[in-house]
C-alpha cells in the first residue's frame, strides 16, 4: 500500500530531526574527537540516555517483525525473552557492571585480556565480528527491509533492494560519522518514536478487532479467540516446544541466551561503559528493565491479534504470503500497519519502526568498529596508532562492515521467523563465550589455556548438537534436542572441560589473574534496590497470570 502525502511528510520530519541530532551531537566539540569520544561518548551519557540506548540498541526490525511473527506463531510464550530479560539486566547491573567499570573497559573482549590474555581477546574478538556482521546486523536489515516492501511498497519483495540501500545509507550518514554519542543521543529520540509508534499500532488493531470498539474489549476478544497464545510455557508436543522448550524459558537455556546478550555483547552493554559513573550506569540498566516489561504489548500482542483476524478471515491468507508462495508469519506486524494505521500515524509508525532498524543497525556497526579497531587494530596491526587513525579506522570499519550485511540480506528471504533464526545462530557460540566470561569473573581458577580451548571446543560442541541430528536422523548418538537444550549443555560442557584444565594445570590453585572481590563490591543504592524489587513482582504476577 503507498503512502500518502502526509505519511511521507512525517517521514522526512522524523529522517532531518535523527540527522540533524545525530550530526550536531558528533560536531558540537571543537577539539579533535579521540577514541574516547567516538566509542564512548567521552563517558558524559546520564542515566536515562543509558537505559533509552539500551531499548533502542534492542528493540529492532527483530522485534517489531520477527518477534510479532512469533507471535503469530507462537503467541505470548516468545514474550519469555522480553520478560526475563528484564531480570537478566537487574542481575548484569548488580553484579557485572561493578567489575567492567572498575576495569575501565572500552570493549568486553578487553576484559577477557585482563583477566585471561590477549590470545583470548583476539579469538573472542573474531568471534564476535562475525557474527555481528553475518547474523545481526544481516537479519535486521532485511527484516527492516521486508517491513518497508510490505507497508510502502505491495508487499512482494520489489523493494526490498531498494529499502536495504536506504537503510543502510541512512544509517551512514550520522553513526558512522558520529560514533557512540550521535547513536545515543539519537536513540533517546528514537525509543520515545518506537514505543509511541508501537503502542498506536497495538491500540488501532485492538480497536479493528474488538467488538465494541474498545482496548479492553480488544484484548478480551483475542484471549477469548485463542486462548492457546496466551500460554507463557508450552506442553511437551506443542508444535514451537522446540523452540520454545516448556519450563527451560524460565530456568534453563533461555539464561544463557539472555545473560550473554545482555551481560557480554559490545552493542548493548557498551552504552553502560559510557555512563558518567557506576551509579547512572546502574539506574540506566534498572530504567531499561522496567520499559523492558512493556516491549511485549507493542511486539506480541499485534501478532496474535494479526493471528485471530487470519484465523476468521481466509480471504486474507494470500497476505501473508512471499512472491513465491510461501507463508511468512513474519509479515504480520507490517500487514497490519498497511491495513489499519490510518494516513499520518501511518507515516509516524513507519517512523518507529524506522528508528527500531536503524537505531539497532548503528549501535551494531559502532560496536563492530569498537571491536575491531581497539582490540585487533591497535594491538595486533598498528601499536603506534594515533587518536586519529583509530577514529578513522573505526569509521571505516563501520562502512565496510554495513556494506558485507546489505549484500548478504536478502539470502534470508526463504526463512519463516527470522527471530528464532537470530537466536539459533547466535546459541552456536554463545555458551562457549559466556562460560568463558562466568567462570573467569567469579572462579578464581579458571586460566587462560583454559578459556582458549573452552572458546574451541565449545563450537565443535555446539555444531554437533545442532547439526547432527539433521545428518544422522533418528540415531541415538545425535538427539534431536530443543535449541535451549543444546545452548545448555553446551555451555555446561565448556564449563567442566574448563574446570578441569584449570585445576589440572595449576594444581588447584587461584590464577594469577583472577579476580579478587571484595566485601561490599555489589552493594547497590535504595533507587536501585525498590525499582529492582518491583519488577520481580511485575514478573511473579505475569507469570501467575498467564502459566
Not at 508436543?237 to 539464561?255: D, M, R, S
Not at 531499561?288 to 501478532?303: E, F, N, Q, R, S
Request: aromatic content about 12%; glycine content about 8%.
Amino acid at each position: 500500500m503507498n503512502l500518502e502525502t502526509l505519511d511521507i511528510f512525517v517521514l522526512v520530519i522524523y529522517s532531518v530531526l535523527i540527522l540533524s541530532v545525530g550530526l550536531f551531537v558528533s560536531r558540537k566539540k571543537t577539539n579533535e574527537v579521540n577514541s574516547s569520544d567516538y566509542f564512548l561518548a567521552s563517558k558524559s551519557l546520564p542515566w536515562w540516555a543509558v537505559g533509552a540506548s539500551l531499548i533502542a540498541a534492542n528493540i529492532s526490525a527483530e522485534q517489531f517483525i520477527g518477534m510479532s511473527g512469533s507471535g503469530f506463531a507462537v503467541g505470548l510464550a516468545i514474550a519469555s525473552y522480553e520478560w526475563m530479560a528484564a531480570l537478566t539486566l537487574i542481575i548484569v547491573g548488580k553484579y557485572f557492571l561493578p567489575i567492567f567499570i572498575e576495569k575501565g573497559l572500552y570493549t568486553i573482549p578487553q576484559f577477557l585480556e585482563k583477566r585471561y590474555n590477549a590470545r583470548v581477546k583476539s579469538i573472542i574478538a573474531i568471534f564476535w565480528i562475525a557474527l555481528f556482521v553475518f547474523v545481526n546486523l544481516t537479519a535486521v536489515m532485511f527484516l527492516g527491509a521486508t517491513a518497508m516492501d510490505t507497508i510502502i511498497g505491495n508487499g512482494d519483495g520489489s523493494l526490498i533492494l531498494s529499502s536495504i540501500i536506504v537503510l543502510a545509507l541512512f544509517t551512514t550518514a550520522y553513526s558512522v560519522w558520529g560514533g557512540l554519542s550521535s547513536v545515543a543521543w539519537t536513540d533517546v529520540i528514537q525509543v520515545a518514536i518506537l514505543i509511541i509508534g508501537g503502542l498506536i499500532t497495538t491500540g488501532i488493531a485492538l480497536y479493528h478487532v474488538s467488538p465494541d470498539h474498545s482496548l479492553w474489549g480488544g484484548m478480551e476478544y483475542i484471549f477469548s479467540k485463542a486462548p492457546e497464545k496466551f500460554d507463557m510455557i508450552l506442553e511437551k508436543g506443542h508444535k514451537e516446544y522446540n523452540n520454545l522448550p516448556g519450563i527451560a524459558v524460565l530456568v534453563g537455556g533461555i539464561w544463557i541466551a539472555n545473560i550473554y546478550y545482555w551481560g557480554f555483547n559490545q552493542y548493548i552493554i557498551q552504552r553502560t561503559f559510557a555512563a558518567k559513573s557506576l551509579k547512572e550506569s546502574q539506574k540506566g540498566i534498572v530504567f531499561a528493565a522496567i520499559l523492558k516489561m512493556i516491549v511485549p504489548l507493542i511486539v506480541i500482542i499485534p501478532g496474535i491479534i494479526a493471528y485471530v483476524m487470519y484465523s476468521e478471515n481466509p480471504d486474507i491468507a494470500s497476505e501473508f504470503l512471499d512472491a513465491s508462495g510461501n507463508h511468512q508469519n513474519d509479515k504480520a506486524y507490517p500487514w497490519l500497519v498497511s491495513t489499519f494505521v490510518p494516513v499520518g500515524l501511518k507515516g509516524l509508525v513507519l517512523a518507529a519502526l524506522a528508528a527500531a532498524i536503524v537505531s539497532s543497525l548503528a549501535s551494531m556497526l559502532n560496536s563492530t568498529a569498537t571491536i575491531f579497531t581497539m582490540d585487533l587494530y591497535k594491538p595486533l596491526i598498528n601499536k603506534n596508532a594515533s587518536e586519529k587513525q583509530l577514529v578513522t579506522v573505526g569509521r571505516l570499519t563501520g562502512v565496510i562492515a554495513l556494506v558485507i550485511a546489505a549484500v548478504l540480506a536478502p539470502i534470508l528471504g526463504g526463512i519463516d521467523q527470522v527471530f528464532q533464526f537470530i537466536q539459533e545462530y547466535t546459541g552456536l557460540v554463545s555458551p562457549g563465550i559466556l562460560a568463558i566470561f562466568i567462570l573467569g569473573l567469579f572462579w578464581k581458577k579458571t586460566t587462560a589455556r583454559a578459556a582458549i580451548i573452552g572458546a574451541l571446543v565449545s563450537i565443535p560442541i555446539a555444531f554437533y548438537l545442532k547439526f547432527g541430528p539433521q545428518i544422522w536422523e533418528n540415531n541415538p548418538l545425535f538427539p534431536n534436542l530443543p535449541f535451549m537444550h543444546q545452548m545448555s549443555i553446551t555451555f555446561l560442557s565448556t564449563c567442566l572441560i574448563m574446570i578441569g584444565i584449570s585445576l589440572n594445570q595449576n594444581k588447584g590453585k587461584d590464577d594469577v589473574k583472577g579476580i579478587e572481590i571484595e566485601k561490599g563490591f555489589f552493594k547497590t543504592d535504595k533507587t536501585y534496590n525498590v525499582l529492582s524489587y518491583a519488577v520481580i513482582i511485575m514478573l511473579i504476577v505475569l507469570y501467575t497470570i498467564f502459566w
